[in-house]
């Protein structure tokens, strides 16, 4: 009686033990990303800030300076709060708010009224760049969750911190789509894994209404799938229909586009007219035949934007140099959505100014070299200082106005 008294005791408290284990694990795989996402984005917005502060007092006076928030206007930043705040337009000959994909702006737009209870200056401003510090953290969920499956916690943590530091994902703590986009290409990965096929689907199709290269996640879970039927060659299923969820949010702008201006290609139209400007495509493979065609005078830039063209073909060969790990680390599917992302901009661009934050959110290759660096350490952090530093001052000059796109 005794010993099955004690036995049951001992069972107990076993069970107990791999309850608290599995919530303490629950809560790690919560911490640590979410911890290293939202530093890092309140590291990027205070030093930015600090170092502006700095070098206006110094340069042009305290006047220049407009504020914490509205320095991260830029660019992307100011025609996404525009729809948000005023609906769409459209010229087919110039630059036009039809550019730009609906996703983010509704979100915008829906997310705004409730940050104006609070007594600040532009509720639409605060609410894009939460909406982004959000996605960001649970994209980094995501990413963590995709490494500690594969890889364990050590290669995890690394990857979520080598994203969080890569030179410019300071587009990820501000009014841009790269956060969305990451946390629906993340998320989707993580339903591919567990071939939940309609979450995939549904996720690949809010993706597609984020911005255009929204479909190659469509792509990646129409081939995933075709890689697990023909692993088991099961009968086909229901779920095949999750396929026709991939393209939904283009298909839906795309019309809109054609029940308000008439051109369900409104979005190509404007801009290759306003941003394009009529220009050929192959703007970074031109930029990386003018390097190797010339690289003493590109290993001397003469000024920033040309540092920062250098840095862009310099980060997109070592992406293309990932690809091979990629494939034996994760496999074909992972493979195809990061050489399509990184070809996307490099075949499409008239220049590489996009490059860097297309680069950002090619998350397999942030995996494939935290895996790569798990028995180097100190490789590791010095890899991890110098993006760091390079991540700050691309940041500053960004809010600074000068150019970053």
């Known amino acids: 009686m005794l010993s099955k008294s004690l036995t049951r005791g001992a069972d107990t408290s076993a069970g107990a033990i791999q309850s608290l284990t599995q919530v303490f694990r629950w809560r790690q795989a919560l911490v640590i990303p979410l911890g290293v996402a939202l530093a890092s984005r309140g590291m990027v917005f205070v030093v930015a800030d600090l170092i502006l502060r700095w070098a206006l007092a110094d340069r042009l006076g305290p006047a220049r300076y407009t504020g914490a928030l509205r320095v991260w206007l830029q660019k992307d930043a ?42 600040v200056a532009n509720p639409a401003a605060l609410a894009g760049m939460a909406i982004a510090w959000l996605a960001f953290a649970g994209a980094c969920v995501a990413l963590y969750q995709l490494a500690l499956g594969r890889f364990g916690r050590r290669v995890a943590i690394g990857s979520v911190t080598l994203l969080a530091l890569f030179p410019f994902s300071f587009y990820y703590g501000a009014v841009y789509t790269e956060s969305i986009y990451l946390l629906l290409a993340a998320w989707a990965f993580v339903a591919l894994e567990r071939e939940r096929w309609w979450l995939a689907g549904a996720l690949a199709g809010l993706a597609s209404a984020a911005r255009p290269p929204g479909l190659l996640i469509g792509a990646c879970v129409a081939l995933a799938y075709a890689l697990a039927w023909l692993r088991t060659r099961h009968p086909l299923r ?8 991939t393209p939904l949010g283009t298909m839906a702008y795309m019309l809109y586009c054609w029940a308000r201006w008439g051109d369900p290609l409104a979005y190509i139209h404007t801009s290759r007219a ?62 195809f959505f990061a050489l399509a992302s990184i070809l996307a901009p490099v075949l499409d661009f008239p220049t590489a100014n996009s490059l860097g934050r297309y680069l950002s959110v090619v998350f397999p290759v942030f995996m494939v070299v935290a895996y790569l660096l798990r028995g180097h350490p100190r490789v590791a952090g010095w890899l991890a200082v110098v993006s760091g530093m390079l991540l700050l001052i691309l940041a500053s000059c960004f809010v600074a106005g000068y150019g970053l796109s």
Do not use: C, E, K
């Open 78 to 119: 100011v025609w996404y709060l525009a729809i948000a705040q005023r609906g769409y337009d459209y010229s087919p000959v110039a630059q036009s708010r039809a550019n730009f994909f609906p996703l983010y702006p509704l979100l915008i737009h829906l997310v705004a009224p409730l940050v104006a209870i609070f007594p």
């Open 238 to 245: 229901p779920d095949i229909l999750a396929l026709a969820l």
């Open 274 to 335: 306003g941003w394009h400007g009529g220009q050929m495509r192959l703007g970074g493979l031109r930029f990386i035949a003018h390097i190797l065609a010339h690289p003493i005078r590109w290993l001397t830039p003469p000024d920033l934007t040309s540092a920062v063209t250098l840095l862009w073909i310099i980060l997109a060969l070592a992406f293309l140099v990932a690809l091979p790990w990629v494939w034996r680390a994760l496999g074909p599917v992972y493979t």
